[in-house]
């Protein structure tokens, strides 16, 4: 009777704590995406704003819609790669863990560890990005090159636990789990909105 109650009691906890980690897997994912989805919404109003603004005063933003128009499309076809690669994104197979193992693994990753072709074409992507966001920052902002050098930078060197030198990739993506690449593209995804509003924000701000 002893053993079956210590069995029991053991069954329970472990139970609870797959209970709890689903918990918390679940809260991390609805945050992420809470956030993506109040970006968005973010963005359309300040493009709205910012065409309005360009509209009654063309000679003053001129040169700055160039800009902001090349900006939104790298940034806008980042994103929307993004959403293409997570062909699962934000549903019960990847939360529970009921996709084949690899899955998305295999989409970004060879099988020898490297960048496969989407995961090549994904990196071209952030680096045109990347490139321009260099280009379009002729005040020289620290906000601004902070962000793209700390999130878009592909070319910087990075460190793993152990202080191994890794690329921007391994340690981006160290948790090659489903849910892992699932969670570290969301956060790319969401890094792109951010600068997009923290763009919008120096622009406006001149």
């Not at 992420?32 to 360009?54: D, V």
């Not at 994103?79 to 293409?84: A, D, G, L, P, V």
């Amino acid at each position: 009777m002893k053993n079956k109650f210590i069995l029991l009691s053991l069954f329970l906890v472990s139970l609870h704590g797959f209970s709890q980690h689903k918990f918390l897997t679940y809260s991390a994912h609805k945050s992420i995406t809470e956030a993506i989805r109040i970006n968005n919404e973010l963005i359309a109003g300040r493009t709205s704003f910012f065409e309005k603004q360009a509209e009654e005063k063309p000679l003053m933003f001129q040169k700055t819609k160039t800009r902001v128009i090349e900006f939104n499309r790298l940034s806008n076809n980042l994103s929307k790669y993004i959403e293409k690669l997570q062909k699962k994104a934000n549903t019960e197979q990847v939360l529970y863990d009921l996709l084949v193992d690899d899955f998305y693994k295999d989409i970004l990753f060879e099988k020898e560890g490297g960048l496969s072709y989407k995961g090549k074409k994904l990196k071209i992507k952030i680096d045109s990005l990347y490139n321009h966001s260099i280009k379009i920052n002729v005040h020289k902002l620290s906000q601004l090159e902070n962000f793209y050098n700390g999130h878009f930078k592909t070319n910087d060197v990075f460190y793993d636990h152990d202080g191994n030198e890794i690329d921007y990739f391994k340690y981006h993506f160290y948790d090659k789990s489903n849910y892992g690449i699932m969670m570290s593209m969301n956060c790319l995804l969401l890094d792109v909105k951010t600068f997009q509003l923290l763009y919008y924000g120096t622009i406006m701000s001149y």
